[in-house]
């Protein structure tokens, strides 16, 4: 009985876990007593005593931003800057010798893993270095953090059958698709075949592959967002995609005859939305999977996409509309949470990337200040 004494509301109207979450959050607002708010803005050598916001940020771009300078912060990193026209631009959200201190990990482990892909890197991937270790708002390196954990929880049976559940419960809504295991998942996948898929370098961020209860196989690729945007413009060569989508025997199928002529005409682009859907089903065809899901997740302020991700769920006939999911990051990980309460690392990337109170507290001080 005692265990629940943590969420139970008492006669003051607030649980112990409400106490200590502020008392954690007091503590992390402390930090900010030995920093000055503007090391926590942009600046530059042309003017090194204006401190101000990167201008092209939307509303939640420049809290994730400040979230992560605060981040960068605490992990003991120097500021990292990049050179443009003779002027140097210092980034708070940027690190130096991330490489060296693994500063944008949350484990030792993952650190080691990226290390391994950037010392491994295909010809044809594009894991970028100086953003996988040095960029603390990039997706790249929360892709890491994220999913290299259930790269190892699916080494064992159990965790393969957990992970199943809880990714069914979030995907199965419209569709159950009696995923019995995830047996395998991965990030930053680029197949080797891609020349037989959209010959480009489309990737997924990460990946589940699964089996059913029956034996049948599967794959959900996943695109995780934190602040992108992601591209509207169509791939440099879009007829291959295009071909794919009209007369691919597989997967034109998917389409409604409506949309397969506005794509025709030009009038709906082949924006990144669009290529990785396909990409995950050129993948399905390949392999000669029985089903796919392609999902993107992101942060529920991120709603930048919106426009493109409702054209493709248009774009799909009623029975495969399943097939596109979008899902929030802090539903996701509250899911893995629940899922494998004994493990540290989920509450830590929530932490890490979703608790936003002192990015708002700061945003408020900032105001207070006069700083634009």
């Known amino acids: 009985m005692c265990k629940n004494t943590s969420t139970a509301k008492g006669t003051l109207g607030f649980s112990i876990k409400d106490l200590k979450d502020q008392m954690a959050l007091n503590n992390e607002l402390s930090v900010l007593d030995h920093a000055k708010i503007e090391e926590l803005l942009s600046h530059s050598s042309a003017d090194p005593d204006k401190f101000y916001y990167v201008k092209t940020d939307n509303a939640f771009t420049r809290k994730a ?11 003991g990193a120097s500021c990292g800057s990049l050179v443009k026209n003779g002027i140097t631009y210092y980034h708070p959200n940027l690190a130096v010798n991330g490489q060296i201190t693994g500063c944008n990990f949350l484990h030792h482990e993952i650190f080691e893993y990226a290390k391994y892909r950037v010392a491994n890197k295909k010809p044809y991937e594009t894991i ?6 040095n960029n603390f708002l990039s997706s790249q390196p929360m892709a890491f953090n994220l999913f290299f954990p259930l790269m ?3 080494k064992c049976d159990e965790g393969q059958t957990i992970l199943a559940n809880v990714v069914s419960r979030l995907v199965d809504q419209k569709k159950n698709l009696n995923i019995e295991r995830i047996f395998e998942v991965g990030v930053e996948f680029i197949p080797c075949y891609y ?32 602040t992108d945007i992601l591209g509207k413009n169509q791939a440099s060569n879009p007829s291959l995609a295009i071909k794919t989508v009209t007369d691919n025997t597989d997967i034109a199928p998917l389409f409604t005859k409506q949309a397969k002529d506005k794509i025709c005409k030009g009038e709906i682009e082949l924006s990144q939305v669009y290529r990785n859907f396909l990409l995950t089903e050129t993948v399905r065809v390949y392999e000669q999977l029985h089903d796919s899901i392609s999902v993107v997740i992101a942060p529920k302020e991120n709603d930048s996409n919106d426009e493109d991700e409702k054209g493709l769920v248009e774009s799909l006939k009623k029975e495969f509309k399943y097939k596109f999911q979008v899902i929030d990051l802090e539903t996701f990980v509250d899911a893995l949470i629940d899922g494998f309460p004994d493990e540290p690392i989920f509450p830590r990337f929530r932490y890490r990337y ?5 990015a708002e507290w700061i945003l408020g001080r900032i105001r207070q200040s006069g700083h634009n």
Do not use: H, W
């Open 65 to 75: 931003r400040l979230l992560q300078a605060l981040r960068r912060y605490q992990s």
């Open 152 to 154: 190892e929880i699916v």
């Open 195 to 226: 020349k037989n898929c959209l010959n480009d370098k489309t990737a997924m961020d990460a990946y589940f592959r699964y089996v059913t209860a029956d034996g049948k196989k599967g794959i959900i690729a996943i695109e995780t967002k934190y």
């Open 354 to 358: 979703l608790d936003f109170r002192p």
């Open 128 to 133: 970028g270095e100086d953003r996988l270790f």
